[in-house]
């Protein structure tokens, strides 16, 4: 079996629409102390390349500069734009390719970070010797978080950082542990006791030290604790953020996110959502709350330092590797934040429902059938996650040589031009079909391979597209008759088109 890259055990519902629905019903239900069993399997060898080689020159930057970014430094903010950007006060004296005249240079999107050529980070390799696959990421002595991390745990006295050897996700592994989040969000007396019975047992000493008396008095010392670290961890990395609240500065993909973090000493990161239980405390110094520097440090060190995606399984190993810069006390609560949390929206059947309630297929006066929204949905909500998904694509090359008429009709009516005459095709299976209606005045539109929410929409209102906004002048034109004050009747594709 081979355990890296990784194999995904199962294959959930991923969308981030369901994710946050999932997460708006249990923002108050963070109380989770299990699953706390990392693996005390060997860890695997972190495996990389000799030299920066993909989309840019890398971060050429020695560990003993990153160290020089420490918590009595300060931070610059500013609000530019959709962005709040926070950088440490000697970054651009520590990086002088991301400036331009004296002046910071910030990406005005993560498109501007999305590497280039034909190997991204993240991607799957194959050593030349032995062929066992590996991902690409910059060496060791490249990874700035990888080389802030392990300094972080040797100076906390904490084992070294690694890449654990953690089985497959799966329902098996990981049902369990969202069924037991689950039964923390009905908070009842007996769960609470046997919870802070069975760490009294095995966790004498952490308990002890806590001075919790009960499980309620645990949750909040073990989040008290994950603030601090959190805190540290943040003013130990020398990055730089740009802070969005309505969907800006959403990545593309996994590696698109790596680009950016090894190639621009940058990450994107949500700011705001429903006020957090526990970490909403806000630093004057940043203007960021406990969870908003959580989700920066999660991304720069769970998911960055080996290349960890943003699927349930990548998940399940960002956990596995940031756990270990966290004591056992704070462990507790930044394993329900990330664990439990992934394992409840992605291998419970709470996943499944939500699929099924986001839109309902009903009949109307335009073509015969619709889309509709199951409830309201807000502006900037991802209604279909077509990112980091397999996809049926085609040339239009090979359509004109291959398939006869009426699969070329089909073809000139439904599919989508990703790029120049290569073309995504409706999934085979019926049940992953998605047919939304044209509109003039559409009220989604796609972002990359997603397809987002323009504006606040009501349940019951259709969701619709405009078809002129990404198809290309191959689509079959058509007579439009949606009544929208700014129909434009005949809808035809535009040349240069796509997705």
């Given at each position: 079996?081979?355990?890296?890259?990784?194999?995904?055990?199962?294959?959930?519902?991923?969308?981030?629409?369901?994710?946050?629905?999932?997460?708006?019903?249990?923002?108050?239900?963070?109380?989770?102390?299990?699953?706390?069993?990392?693996?005390?399997?060997?860890?695997?060898?972190?495996?990389g390349l000799e030299q920066p080689l993909i989309g840019g020159a890398g971060l050429p930057i020695a560990v003993k500069t990153a160290q020089a970014v420490n918590k009595d430094a300060g931070y610059d903010t500013t609000q530019n734009g959709a962005f709040y950007r926070i950088s440490p006060k000697?970054?651009?004296?520590?990086?002088?390719?991301?400036?331009?005249?004296?002046?910071?240079?910030?990406?005005?999107?993560?498109?501007?970070?999305?590497?280039?050529?034909?190997?991204?980070?993240?991607?799957?390799?194959?050593?030349?010797?032995?062929?066992?696959?590996?991902?690409?990421?910059p060496s060791d002595e490249q990874n700035v978080p990888l080389q802030i991390a392990s300094d972080y745990v040797k100076s906390r006295g904490l084992p070294a950082i690694s890449q654990p050897k953690m089985a497959p996700s799966s329902l098996d592994k990981q049902g369990a542990i969202g069924a037991?989040?689950?039964?923390?969000?009905?908070?009842?007396?007996?769960?609470?006791?046997?919870?802070?019975?069975?760490?009294?047992?095995?966790?004498?000493?952490?308990?002890?030290?806590?001075?919790?008396?009960?499980?309620?008095?645990l949750l909040e010392a073990a989040y008290g604790q994950m603030a601090k670290e959190t805190a540290d961890q943040f003013n130990a990395l020398p990055l730089r953020y740009s802070f969005h609240r309505n969907g800006e500065g959403n990545y593309l993909d996994s590696s698109n996110m790596l680009h950016?973090?090894?190639?621009?000493?940058?990450?994107?990161?949500?700011?705001?959502?429903?006020?957090?239980?526990?970490?909403?405390?806000?630093?004057?110094?940043?203007?960021?709350?406990?969870?908003?520097?959580?989700?920066?440090?999660?991304?720069?060190?769970?998911?960055?330092?080996?290349?960890?995606?943003?699927?349930?399984?990548?998940?399940?190993?960002?956990?596995?590797?940031?756990?270990?810069?966290?004591?056992?006390?704070?462990?507790?609560?930044?394993?329900?934040?990330?664990?439990?949390?992934?394992?409840?929206?992605?291998?419970?059947?709470?996943?499944?429902?939500?699929?099924?309630?986001?839109?309902?297929?009903?009949?109307?006066?335009?073509?015969?059938?619709?889309?509709?929204?199951?409830?309201?949905?807000?502006?900037?909500?991802?209604?279909?996650?077509?990112?980091?998904?397999?996809?049926?694509?085609?040339?239009?090359?090979?359509?004109?040589?291959?398939?006869?008429?009426?699969?070329?009709?089909?073809?000139?009516?439904?599919?989508?031009?990703?790029?120049?005459?290569?073309?995504?095709?409706?999934?085979?299976?019926?049940?992953?079909?998605?047919?939304?209606?044209?509109?003039?005045?559409?009220?989604?539109?796609?972002?990359?391979?997603?397809?987002?929410?323009?504006?606040?929409?009501?349940?019951?209102?259709?969701?619709?597209?405009?078809?002129?906004?990404?198809?290309?002048?191959?689509?079959?034109?058509?007579?439009?008759?949606?009544?929208?004050?700014?129909?434009?009747?005949?809808?035809?594709?535009?040349?240069?088109?796509?997705?």
């Amino acid at each position: 079996m081979v355990d890296y890259p990784e194999q995904i055990g199962v294959k959930p519902d991923t969308s981030d629409m369901a994710y946050d629905i999932a997460m708006s019903k249990i923002r108050g239900l963070n109380k989770n102390l299990a699953g706390l069993d990392l693996e005390a399997n060997p860890f695997m060898p972190h495996t990389g390349l000799e030299q920066p080689l993909i989309g840019g020159a890398g971060l050429p930057i020695a560990v003993k500069t990153a160290q020089a970014v420490n918590k009595d430094a300060g931070y610059d903010t500013t609000q530019n734009g959709a962005f709040y950007r926070i950088s440490p006060k000697n970054y651009s004296t520590n990086r002088s390719t991301f400036t331009k005249n004296g002046n910071e240079v910030w990406p005005a999107s993560p498109i501007d970070a999305n590497g280039t050529g034909p190997v991204r980070y993240g991607d799957t390799a194959y050593d030349k010797t032995t062929y066992k696959p590996y991902k690409v990421m910059p060496s060791d002595e490249q990874n700035v978080p990888l080389q802030i991390a392990s300094d972080y745990v040797k100076s906390r006295g904490l084992p070294a950082i690694s890449q654990p050897k953690m089985a497959p996700s799966s329902l098996d592994k990981q049902g369990a542990i969202g069924a037991t989040y689950d039964l923390a969000t009905q908070g009842s007396p007996e769960y609470k006791q046997a919870i802070f019975n069975a760490y009294s047992k095995t966790m004498p000493d952490v308990i002890k030290k806590s001075g919790a008396t009960n499980y309620d008095e645990l949750l909040e010392a073990a989040y008290g604790q994950m603030a601090k670290e959190t805190a540290d961890q943040f003013n130990a990395l020398p990055l730089r953020y740009s802070f969005h609240r309505n969907g800006e500065g959403n990545y593309l993909d996994s590696s698109n996110m790596l680009h950016d973090l090894h190639d621009n000493g940058h990450l994107f990161v949500f700011q705001g959502g429903d006020p957090h239980d526990f970490l909403h405390n806000v630093d004057p110094k940043t203007g960021l709350n406990e969870n908003e520097k959580f989700r920066a440090v999660h991304d720069a060190i769970g998911h960055g330092i080996y290349g960890n995606t943003f699927k349930p399984e990548g998940e399940e190993r960002a956990w596995g590797v940031h756990s270990q810069m966290y004591s056992p006390l704070a462990q507790l609560a930044m394993t329900a934040e990330t664990r439990g949390q992934n394992s409840f929206v992605n291998y419970t059947p709470v996943n499944a429902d939500l699929k099924e309630k986001i839109y309902k297929i009903k009949g109307n006066a335009i073509s015969g059938y619709g889309m509709y929204a199951k409830w309201d949905l807000p502006k900037g909500s991802i209604l279909f996650q077509g990112e980091e998904k397999a996809q049926r694509i085609v040339t239009k090359k090979f359509v004109d040589e291959n398939w006869d008429e009426r699969e070329k009709l089909n073809f000139r009516r439904y599919a989508y031009p990703i790029g120049k005459d290569v073309y995504i095709l409706w999934d085979l299976q019926p049940e992953e079909w998605s047919p939304q209606n044209h509109h003039c005045d559409a009220n989604c539109s796609y972002v990359g391979l997603n397809v987002i929410v323009n504006r606040d929409i009501k349940k019951g209102e259709e969701l619709t597209l405009d078809y002129g906004s990404f198809l290309d002048e191959t689509m079959e034109p058509f007579n439009c008759n949606c009544g929208a004050s700014n129909c434009r009747g005949l809808i035809k594709g535009i040349a240069g088109n796509k997705i």
